[in-house]
């Protein structure tokens, strides 16, 4: 078996980090009654992601790389909106919103590189082109857009 490219590793570092960073602040909000559901969720929608990250699933490799640049922006904007209110957030949970961000972009960056592609047999057999799209609903499958080829 193949040993996992470093580019996967940090992107699964990375998205741990961010899951429990975000639990952290979830927690946090609550004021004494955290969402905990809410928390279940995702860490459960976490772990998946994470499980299909290490086992080589294409379509946890969407989930992960969309989900991170989508929560990406909306830290972001968390970020942005409690500097601009200048409300009651502390320090440390600007320091929090900001850490959360950056690991969801190191993560989306990561999984975007080559070797990460390869990794999830993203790159195409017939004329070693990166691909992104699936051939089916699932992405057991990819589809070449320079040659059109499926595998």
Known sequence: ???IPPS???ATLALAAASGGIAWLTAEAGAGRPAWGQIAFAALLGA???GGLLSRQ???????RSLALLLAV???VAL???VLQGGPSSPATLALLAGVAAALLVAF???GRRSALAWFGLVCPACLTPSRTAA???FRQARCRKCGNVW
């Open 136 to 138: 089916d609903l699932l």
């Open 74 to 76: 909306v830290q972001a």
């Open 48 to 50: 998946l992601v994470l």
């Open 58 to 64: 294409r379509l946890a490799w969407l989930w992960g």
């Open 8 to 10: 996967v590793g940090i």
């Open 80 to 82: 942005g909106g409690a």
């Open 109 to 111: 960056v990561a999984l």
């Open 1 to 3: 078996m193949r040993r």
